[in-house]
């Protein structure tokens, strides 16, 4: 990974940290969708993925105390367990793709979790183990292949949990985990390198403000705002990374 990346480069990277860190901790979701397209303009796609992975750990860490304790193990276990073959399979699939694809997929997969957010509008929470399985493992699939576990995971939250702090939590508590069962899929896979912490340590800054600025607008505006901005901020994002990579 290359260190000496030049200021403008590593300016437009923060900018990206603090978006996607704002619509995470705003809406429970949303980091990989929006830093990974970011990422892959400057770094290879073994490295963005790398790298998302690390960061989302970290912010894990920081807002730990938004999903600690909200779900019981048995609630979330199949879910994750789902996720955790997915990873493993979708890491496989990393090491032969090139630039162009990695960013359409991205692209692909802003626009999916879009369309499901708007769709997802049951009259009752949905509890279904067909869902719960193939929600974790497509996951999985893309957290492995894509670091960008969202699109599946989102729409499950928003079709099983109608609260929309237990609908955060969950999300915040899913991808911190697969950022876990990435990052482990990735050094076993031979993926992770040494540099990849000299820019997380960079990114901390835009991370914690992210996070903060993020919660704010949560606790001010929480209900169905959050999610009619978390779509359209995602609609545009998508568009432009599929042009981009056409």
């Known amino acids: 990974m290359h260190i000496a990346a ?16 704002v619509l995470r901790a705003f809406t429970g979701f949303g980091f990989a969708l929006a830093v990974v397209p970011v990422l892959a303009v400057f770094l290879a796609p073994a490295e963005v993925v790398v790298l998302a992975a690390s960061l989302a750990l970290v912010l894990g860490f920081i807002s730990v105390r938004v999903w600690w304790g909200v ?23 990393l090491t032969g793709m090139s630039g162009g694809s990695f960013q359409l997929l991205a692209g692909i997969a802003v626009l999916l979790a879009c369309v499901g957010i708007t769709v997802s509008r049951p009259s009752t929470p949905v509890d279904s183990p067909v869902l719960t399985g193939s929600a974790g493992f497509i996951s999985g699939l893309m957290n492995g292949a894509l670091a960008v576990p969202g699109p599946p995971i989102i729409v ?31 050094v076993v896979a031979g993926l992770y390198v040494p540099g990849t912490l000299w820019y997380v340590v960079l990114a901390l800054p835009a991370l914690y403000l ?27 994002m998508g568009i432009m990374v599929i042009v981009r990579a056409l």
């Open 6 to 21: 030049d200021l403008k480069q590593i300016l437009l990277i923060w900018a990206g940290v603090v978006f996607a860190s």
């Open 71 to 93: 779900f019981t193990l048995r609630e979330v276990l199949p879910l994750i367990l789902f996720a955790l073959l997915g990873t493993v399979m979708g890491a496989s699939l």
């Open 156 to 186: 499950y939250a928003l079709l099983t949990e109608f609260d929309p702090a237990r609908s955060r939590a969950l999300m915040m508590l899913f991808f911190s985990v697969s950022s876990v069962l990435a990052l482990a899929s990735y």
């Open 210 to 236: 992210g996070n903060r600025l993020g919660t704010a607008l949560f606790l001010k505006y929480f209900g169905q705002f959050y999610r009619r901005v978390a779509v359209l901020v995602l609609l545009a």
